[in-house]
């Protein structure tokens, strides 16, 4: 119900969309017609498929490394509380600098391929990650650490018992934030510099007014985040399946 739901939604939407194009006669290098885009996507199918392959593999390896990186700090800063009070500010301003200013540093520091813009999609994803996971480290309930402190357990066992099974909520939300911000990192990366991309492709079409291979490339992109997140969802589902779900 929920997938006829969305269709019909997108149906709707496309077909709003392609009367208000024809009746109002706007320009196609202003707003081209859904047509006009499913045109240039089977017209240029191959080309916008290898350009998405190299996207997704940036984003896919971007939020395992985000999501590992993020994971291992807050794990750090919640088995060491001195190291978590230098960790809280250095995540914090990592997020506060703006991601075109560091995009060009890392096209720079690491050239024009995948690994700027996998470092770059890392980044952003690394921070929902953290704190969230950080959070639900934190937000124990005392009674469970009592009782592990009773059983005499040391701070390895706490953590990896008690502390790291009563974060994974918090941990499954950090996840599906960053799958929702993954493709932010590589396309803006993407823009800075790169060869091959979605932002490459995007770059390209609108400098040659291509408004329509423009949208073919935000469709895919945004297929490709809906993919993923669905992805993520039925991940964390399983990593926290007593967590009762309100659709809605």
Known sequence: MRLLRMLAIS???????QALVTVLAVPAYI???PSRIATALFAQAGFLATNAAVTGAEIVLGLVAGTALGMITALSASLFPAAGRVMLPLMVASQALPVFAIAPLLVIWLGFGMASKIVMATLIIFFPVASAFLDGLRRTDPGLLDLAAISRAGRFDTLALVRFPSALPGLASGLRVAAAVAP????VGEWVGASAGLGFVMLQAN???????????????????????AVVDGLTRRMVPWIEETET
């Open 184 to 187: 932010i990192g590589a396309v």
């Open 31 to 33: 707003l081209p017609p």
């Open 207 to 229: 400098a040659r007014v291509q408004t329509d291979v423009l949208f073919a490339a935000l469709f895919l992109l945004a297929l490709m985040a809906l993919v993923i997140r």
């Open 11 to 17: 149906a709707l939407i496309l077909g709003a969309w």
